[in-house]
């Protein structure tokens, strides 16, 4: 199941992985998402849009913004959609 930029912004402010509000959180605004925060993370998007991921700390350091995010997380969909 692939997530949009708009289900993944509400997803980080609603379970308070970034400090914004959805109105603030743009796709380029900088984040950083910690060990807490990127296991959260990973959790909910286990739990709401049944995505597993296990993010290398390579992939992780990338993660300085919702637009990095979210094409991380479209990547990772791509490779495990074609392993099924």
Do not use: N
């Given at each position: 199941?692939?997530?949009?930029?708009?289900?993944?912004?509400?997803?980080?402010v609603?379970?308070e992985i970034?400090?914004?509000?959805t109105d603030e959180?743009?796709d380029k605004?900088?984040i950083?998402?910690?060990?807490?925060?990127?296991v959260?993370?990973?959790?909910?998007?286990?739990?709401?849009?049944?995505?597993?991921?296990?993010p290398?700390?390579?992939?992780?350091?990338?993660?300085?913004?919702?637009?990095?995010?979210?094409?991380?997380?479209?990547a990772?969909?791509?490779?495990?959609?074609?392993?099924?």
């Amino acid at each position: 199941m692939t997530i949009s930029r708009d289900e993944l912004r509400a997803l980080l402010v609603e379970c308070e992985i970034v400090p914004f509000s959805t109105d603030e959180l743009g796709d380029k605004t900088p984040i950083i998402i910690d060990s807490f925060a990127l296991v959260w993370l990973i959790q909910m998007l286990q739990e709401r849009h049944d995505i597993v991921l296990d993010p290398s700390d390579d992939e992780v350091a990338t993660f300085d913004s919702l637009w990095a995010v979210h094409a991380y997380l479209t990547a990772a969909q791509s490779v495990q959609d074609g392993a099924r």
